[in-house]
């Protein structure tokens, strides 16, 4: 039950490689010897061996050398217990991938990335194949220095990195006073290539012309047309509104480097550059006709870390059709949206690619980003009278320090104490997370549970006194009686462990992570 993490990759070295000691004991069955470490080192090659780093701190590794001069052969690959289910380890593979179908290694003759895995290690088989490697033969005692329950026969995955090369059409037309024989000149990839008109043809004709490409190439150029596509997600609304928002995950031509010291700067560790589910769940819920109760006097709203703003313009996009169709004054809307300073520009970028999903007559002054950092004053950025503050997975950073200072902001913008607070729960650890319930419940803030519709596949009326309380007998039975699919194998929810949800399918993990997500709604007294 782990969001994905963002991490860097960084090389290994004389100095730092007893990292990979430990990463390798604490998560692989076998012994490697020093003559493994000192032949890592010396090999001098990040593209090959690496580090994942999460917040600075090492906490997964893959090394892997050239073998035959045309393979890359993975030897480890490692992440440290606590840090799995996050796709840490595809994303170490993916690197490598990434590496053998590039350039450098194509000019080196690399064709193929090729690895041992045990028999029985099923997740990781499923996570190779997830990338596009081939279950190849069996090799018995493979390994020879190995203890039960573990395997010693193991199979070879495999995957072509070779490109393959194709064929393209070139139409030319031949021009007025061209004759049979004569040469035509034209250029492709910057390649300058000459072909005789064939007898018969006459000017006018077109000429079909068959160049050889290869299938990076191609599709190169097809997510060059794409362009800023690649960067963004669609996120349709609920059905009675008809709208999809367009969020993107970074602001394009934004100097990368900069924007990675900002973030380091502020605390930030990336994750408000993407619309996570929680926050999908309740974007669709507050544009749902039956919501308009909660939200249909709300004028002034603040959306709390905000990240993508997919939240408020939801609430935004819901409220100005509501208006609109009832003649109201959409111009008493006003729409705050918050985030560390490093969010910003990310916000105002998604603000402006979505204006055209929101009324016209809606101004800067309705609906607009700053930056808010939790516990800090916030009386010149919030107005004084707000009437709704939104949030979704917010308790992620389980820590009582970040709950207090969210309790804090809270406050502060409820400085009319009439303010309702509605937020999507993405449980995780939630011993932990109660904490933040508990810190507002002593501010006098009490928090109910938004139940789903009686229909609903994931419906769950856990109050948060409850959800994942271990002497709670409704959650007990709750987690022991809800199942979900693993690989296509139904799993009680109370049974699922970090290393099902990597061989998870999509559907199955989102059916998964929406078991988790709750949403609740608060206030200084509840009608």
Not at 270 to 285: I, K, N, Q
């Amino acid at each position: 039950m782990k969001k994905e993490i963002v991490i860097d990759f960084g090389g290994i070295t004389n100095d730092n490689v007893e990292q990979l000691r430990i990463i390798n004991s604490t998560s692989l069955p076998i012994f490697y010897p020093d003559g493994f470490y000192k032949d890592v080192v010396t090999a001098k090659n990040e593209d090959l061996n690496k580090y994942a780093y999460h917040n600075g701190f090492v906490i997964g590794s893959i090394c892997c050398r050239i073998q035959d001069e045309s393979k890359i052969y993975i030897m480890t690959l490692g992440v440290l217990p606590s840090y799995r289910g996050r796709n840490v380890g595809t994303k170490l593979v993916q690197s490598v991938v990434d590496y053998a179908i590039g350039e450098e290694a194509r000019t080196k003759g690399i064709k193929e990335i090729v690895l041992h895995v045990q028999i029985n290690n099923v997740d990781a088989i499923k996570l190779y194949e997830r990338l596009g490697f081939e279950k190849g033969e069996m090799v018995e005692n493979y390994y020879k220095r190995i203890d039960p329950p573990h395997s010693p026969h193991c199979h070879i995955l495999r995957k072509k990195t070779a490109r393959k090369e194709k064929m393209k059409t070139i139409e030319m037309q031949v021009p007025e006073g061209a004759e049979e024989g004569d040469s035509l000149s034209f250029s492709y990839k910057g390649k300058a290539t000459e072909i005789a008109i064939p007898a018969g043809s006459k000017p006018g004709d077109i000429l079909q012309i068959q160049v050889q490409v290869d299938q990076q190439d191609d599709e190169e150029s097809s997510d060059s047309d794409n362009g800023e596509l690649s960067n963004m997600k669609k996120v349709e609304l609920h059905s009675s509104l008809g709208v999809t928002l367009d969020l993107y995950s970074s602001v394009p031509g934004h100097d990368k480097e900069a924007k990675d010291e900002e973030e380091k700067k502020d605390g930030s560790d990336g994750t408000y550059a993407m619309p996570w589910p929680a926050g999908e769940h309740l974007a669709e819920r507050i544009t749902s006709p039956c919501f308009e109760k909660y939200t249909d006097d709300s004028k002034i709203v603040v959306e709390l870390g905000a990240g993508t703003g997919l939240c408020g313009l939801a609430f935004a996009a819901a409220a100005t059709a509501r208006l609109a169709k009832r003649k109201g004054d959409v111009k008493k809307l006003c729409i705050l949206f918050t985030d560390m300073p490093s969010a910003i520009d990310l916000l105002e970028y998604n603000l402006k690619m979505n204006q055209d999903r929101l009324c016209s007559q809606l101004e800067e002054h309705n609906i607009c980003a700053k930056a808010l950092v939790w516990g800090n004053d916030s009386r010149d950025i919030i107005p004084s009278n707000v009437d709704l503050i939104l949030g979704s997975d917010l308790l992620y950073n389980v820590s009582l320090e970040t709950f207090k200072a969210l309790s804090a902001t809270i406050e502060s913008i409820d400085i009319c104490k009439k303010a309702k607070v509605i937020l999507s729960v993405r449980w995780r650890k939630p011993q932990e997370e109660r904490n933040f319930f508990e810190i507002m419940a002593s501010a006098g803030y009490e928090f109910k549970l938004m139940r789903e519709s009686t229909d609903s596949p994931y419906a769950c009326d856990l109050e948060w006194r409850e959800f994942g309380n271990p002497t709670c007998k409704r959650s007990n039975h709750f987690f022991t009686n809800s199942f979900v699919q693993v690989d296509g194998e139904s799993k009680a929810l109370k049974d699922v462990s970090e290393d099902d949800l990597d061989i998870m399918s999509d559907q199955e993990f989102d059916s998964f992570e929406k078991r988790f997500i709750q949403v609740y709604i608060g206030s200084k007294s509840i009608n």
